[in-house]
């Protein structure tokens, strides 16, 4: 059984489908990388397999509970699964480790210390534990978006992720949040990833997944992809993105 089970989505906003019969499986430990247009559905794929969207029809089922069902504990759910866009929207008025610390607290309930354990070890793997009582202000973006990774570390998920979280930053601060990444991967957490870095989809992914005006269009091992596009839309897509 993969750790995600997408089968045959469909997802509309008023008269525009969206996502047109979407299937996709990922297994526990997988990295996947999901490319294309702007447009083409990626950010809603995500928003659908962590029960912010609801689908039409089809289904997602996400470590054995149907998010898709009307009845789904979304809340038990998001626990499972974090999620990190391009804006880090942390607490301006909040130290770093308050805002790591927030959501175990509210949410899962643990006692101070246990979530200040859980924010140091967080922060820690995003190489940032040094910063824990500074204000987000005070940091770079870089610095920011690393924060809001370890925020959602900090509640234990099981899956990540990622919508396009490095394309605000500026080009030297990239770097820094794809190692973060990399060593997130190495760790075996198993990821999904929306982004236009394609040396890191490249160098991390297991699988690459093209999605173009609603569809899987094409996927398959990062090389085979991107040496050989099987059809003229990702072979576009490529030329336009190196
Ligand atoms: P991508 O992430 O690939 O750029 P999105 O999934 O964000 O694509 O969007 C796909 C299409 O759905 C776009 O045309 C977008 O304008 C539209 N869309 C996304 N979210 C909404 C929404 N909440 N309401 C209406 N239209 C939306
Ligand atoms: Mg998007």
């Not at 289904?59 to 009845?71: P, Q």
Request: hydrophobic share 45%.
């Amino acid at each position: 059984m993969p750790l995600i089970n997408i089968e045959s989505i469909h997802k509309t906003f008023g008269k525009l489908e969206v996502l047109k019969g979407v299937s996709l499986d990922i297994a526990a430990g997988e990295i996947v990388v999901i490319i294309g247009r702007s447009g083409s559905g990626k950010s809603t794929l995500l928003r659908c397999i962590n029960g912010l969207e609801k689908v039409e029809s089809g289904k997602v089922v996400v470590d054995g509970t149907e998010v898709s069902a009307a009845k789904a504990d979304l809340r038990a759910l998001r626990q499972k699964i974090g999620i990190v866009f391009q804006s880090f929207n942390l607490f301006p008025h909040l130290t770093i480790e308050k805002n790591v610390t927030l959501a175990p607290r509210v949410v899962k309930k643990v006692s101070p210390d246990e979530a200040k354990k859980a924010a140091i070890t967080a922060l820690e793997r995003v190489q940032i534990a040094n910063k824990s009582g500074a204000y987000p202000s005070q940091l770079s973006g870089g610095q920011q978006q690393r924060v809001a990774i370890a925020r959602s570390l900090a509640m234990s998920p099981k899956i990540m992720l990622f919508d396009e979280i490095t394309s605000a930053l500026d080009p030297e601060l990239v770097g820094e949040v794809l190692k973060v990444l990399e060593n997130l991967a190495s760790e075996g957490m198993t990821m999904v990833l929306v982004t236009h870095e394609m040396g890191f989809a490249r160098k991390v992914a297991n699988r690459v997944v093209f999605m173009h005006e609603g569809k899987v269009w094409e996927q398959g091992a990062p090389e085979t992809l991107f040496k050989s596009p099987k059809t003229p839309e990702l072979a576009g897509f490529i030329n336009s993105v190196l």
